[in-house]
């Protein structure tokens, strides 16, 4: 599926049928990552039509010049969504920066995403991030990106890895990206704006090297009908690391989801 925003193609595939849940990756990968880990999950659950885009710059979505900051692609994701969606309201789950523009999407348009799952959320005001630490396998297996994002480094974890982040990594938009980051901070919402107020789901791996786990932790603050958890051993890979895990608390969150529709 492809659907042009402006002068941006989103390219995305698609499964299912019924109501729609947008799934959004992290930085550097493309639609194949968060197809992998959050498929199986929402395949599990009838009355879904699951849609995974590549982001601008990666994947299969181009990046024009005019292409500038993240507010940028916050606005051309809105846009895809009303486009791919039909105007209908949709779940959202976001993976890292896909959680960040998730989180920017669901306060800009509430009355439009119907549930919200943060994953491993990039956000502002990280803090209290670990040193990495390999707590399953050698430490010794796979390249060096790898064995910096994952904190299992097991024989299956590498075949994931291989399989699902690194060949994303020759489509990426170096340029793009670079320009995009130079402007990731997205506009804040006025103080007086209310929180989300649909069911959330907020999941952080203790061990994330990455973004830490503290800023997740004070969404549950921000959200009124917010679950949290913290998992011990998992980090920013968390979603390849603890899939059942992954799986039963998006599960409690769609059952939310479902009581107010």
Do not use: K, N
Request: glycine share 8%; charged share 20%.
């Amino acid at each position: 599926m492809e659907i042009r925003v402006g002068q941006v193609a989103v390219h995305a595939v698609e499964h299912g049928a019924g109501r729609p849940v947008l799934v959004l990756h992290g930085a550097g990968v493309d639609h194949r990552e968060a197809e992998a880990c959050f498929e199986p999950a929402l395949d599990a659950v009838a009355g879904l039509r699951r849609i995974y885009p590549d982001l601008p710059g990666a994947g299969r979505t181009p990046a024009p010049a005019s292409l500038r900051s993240a507010d940028g692609v916050v606005d051309t994701l809105l846009r895809f969504a009303d486009e791919a969606t039909g105007g209908t309201a949709y779940l959202l789950v976001g993976h890292s920066a896909g959680a960040y523009f998730a989180q920017a999407m669901a306060a800009r348009r509430p009355d439009r995403v119907a549930g919200l799952a943060l994953v491993c959320p990039l956000l502002p005001g990280v803090r209290e991030v670990p040193e990495h630490r390999v707590v399953a396998g050698s430490g010794d297996i796979g390249d060096e990106v790898f064995r910096s994002y994952f904190v299992i480094q097991t024989p299956e974890m590498l075949e994931r890895y291989r399989r699902y982040v690194a060949p994303a990594a020759a489509l990426v938009d170096e340029a793009a990206l670079r320009r995009i980051g130079e402007r990731w901070a997205l506009t804040p919402e006025p103080e007086s704006a209310p929180a989300y107020p649909g069911p959330t789901v907020v999941v952080a791996g203790r061990l994330d090297s990455t973004v830490g786990h503290a800023a997740a932790v004070d969404l549950v603050h921000h959200y009124p009908h917010a679950t949290l958890a913290v998992v011990d051993d998992a980090g920013h890979a968390l979603p390849h690391e603890q899939p059942e895990l992954l799986r039963a608390l998006l599960a409690e969150w769609l059952t939310r989801v479902e009581r107010l529709l």
